[in-house]
């Protein structure tokens, strides 16, 4: 009996890190592409009896990630592994929280099903967008906050630093953010239109930025389009430098041009996501430390 881990083709140097940490034996998925598009895995070690922990991130191709992860771990069922645990370091379809029109799926709720369906019986993951779905997951589930571990990485390389979150949902990472980097924060007020998903500001507040740097923090940067209207803001309120750091960097298409087109000059992003032109913090020994083994920072 045994703890073995297993990375699924979007686990990018997690799963080899967290099975180091863990002193655990590591293995990749096989997987096999057909010519329509279809794919089949195969789980390349006799599970029976191990405690297997499968990582895989849902980053785009979301879909296909998924399908991989659920795919391995009925694999897993069927080999009779004792127990199987999901790391799934970005957790894709989670802003899905709720019915916002009606006839819409909430994405996140089916999604927490088809885990458990897949026999998944616990779950660990990074800063979900909102932790409510997670409460549909029936098994133990742990998320992971990273902003200890960002802000340590961006106190480096800033003197003066100001905190500023987006929208009112970011204000608690805001505070932790600030904290850490032993300055002061505030938010702004951000809308989306429900049928466009356009954002937009809405109350800004009094403060000014007069030669600061400013951090723009969020849980992810995804069009970029938020980050972008924080940005043009702040240097409107006297920022000398904008940056930002935020855990998912999804950077969906044109994100990286908004960004820059508003001044961002650096962009600090943990590794739940492969990302290009970004300060990348590596969060396995956040990971580990779940599964009781200590930090190393
Ligand atoms: C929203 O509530 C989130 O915290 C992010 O602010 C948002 O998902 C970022 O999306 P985008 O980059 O598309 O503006």
Do not use: W
């Not at 990375?7 to 096989?30: M, P, T």
């Not at 897993?76 to 799926?105: C, E, W």
């Not at 200890?148 to 003197?159: G, N, P, T």
């Amino acid at each position: 009996m045994a703890t073995v881990v297993v990375g699924g083709s979007a686990c990018g140097e997690i799963g080899s890190n967290l099975a180091k940490l863990l002193k655990a034996k590591y293995f990749r998925i096989e997987k096999k592409d057909f010519p329509d598009g279809e794919f089949v895995v195969k789980v390349p070690f006799d599970a029976k009896g191990n405690d297997v922990i499968i990582v895989q991130s849902t980053y785009a191709p979301q879909d296909r990630h998924i399908m991989e992860l659920i795919f391995i771990a009925d694999a897993l069922k069927d080999m009779h592994a004792k127990s199987i645990t999901a790391v799934v370091p970005y957790l894709a379809y989670m802003r899905q929280d709720k019915r916002f029109l009606n006839g819409q799926v909430v994405s996140s709720h089916m999604i927490m099903r088809l885990l458990n369906a897949a026999g998944i019986g616990r779950l660990v993951t990074v800063q979900p967008h909102k932790e409510k779905p997670l409460s549909l997951f029936k098994g133990r589930v742990d998320s992971i906050m990273p902003i200890r571990a960002l802000m340590k990485r961006v106190s480096h390389e800033l003197s003066d630093p100001y905190v500023l979150a987006p929208d009112i949902g970011g204000l608690e990472l805001a505070k932790t953010a600030a904290k850490i980097l032993g300055c002061g924060y505030t938010h702004l007020d951000k809308e989306r239109d429900p049928l466009t998903g356009i954002p937009e500001i809405k109350n800004k507040p009094h403060e000014r930025f007069d030669g600061k740097q400013v951090v723009i923090v969020d849980d992810m940067v995804s069009t970029g389009t938020t980050i972008m209207l924080a940005s043009r803001f702040a240097y409107s309120r006297g920022a000398v430098e904008v940056v930002t750091a935020a855990v998912h960097l999804v950077m969906a298409d044109g994100a990286r041009h908004r960004l820059m087109q508003a001044g961002v000059t650096r962009v600090y992003g943990t590794d739940t996501i492969p990302a290009k032109n970004a300060v990348i913090v590596d969060i396995s020994s956040e990971i580990a430390a779940v599964f009781g083994k200590k930090r190393k920072r």
